[in-house]
């Protein structure tokens, strides 16, 4: 059979570049990075939008497959977390945070509320296993450890892009433990609120001159 030569198939990152203008906002370009033996890696960013949520991220395919998740992430099993699907970002994306400025597509304060590794709890392929529409995996961070699944809801009434993130029974299960009480940036120490004060200063004391903008104190 002849097989056309344009794929159906968009670009990677092309949602990801069209909704932004790189001249306006901080947030890193479109790049694609495929390597091997590399750990896998995950973030979750914590960004106020228009509406607070927390952006989860899995490294697969060269790039962060990513979910907005309102409510954060929930120790308890449960508890099962709406996961909106939204557009692969760049694997440079996960060390950013800052400020997006108003009238670029989310703007608002983001954080690394999260960071680590994870490895599959099934399947060998995480693109393969997202694209059928459920992953299971097991994270290694600093707040999140254990393991998790992402399952895309099925159903009428579902939207293509609702997941739901759902802790699995381990001994990472805590039911008291709740998103909202663990604030702090994992790479700067910073809240959302710091960050909105005061974009460049770092709250964590380091030896490096402050540049530009002074200190926050
Ligand atoms: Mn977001």
Redesign the pocket.
Known sequence: MATSKTSKKPAPLSQYEAKRDFARTPEPRANVRKGTGRAVRFVVQK?R?TRL?Y?FRLEADGVLKSW?VPKGPSLDPADKRLAMQVEDHPLDYRDFEGIIPEDNY?AGEVIVWDKGTYRLAEGVDAAVEIAAGKIKFILTGKKLTGMFTLVKMRGRNQTENAWLLIKDKDSGVDLSWRAEDHAESVKSGRTLEDVAKNPRARKWSSNRPASGESKER
Do not use: F, I, Q, T
């Open positions: 960004h939008a949520h952006d907005a989310g």
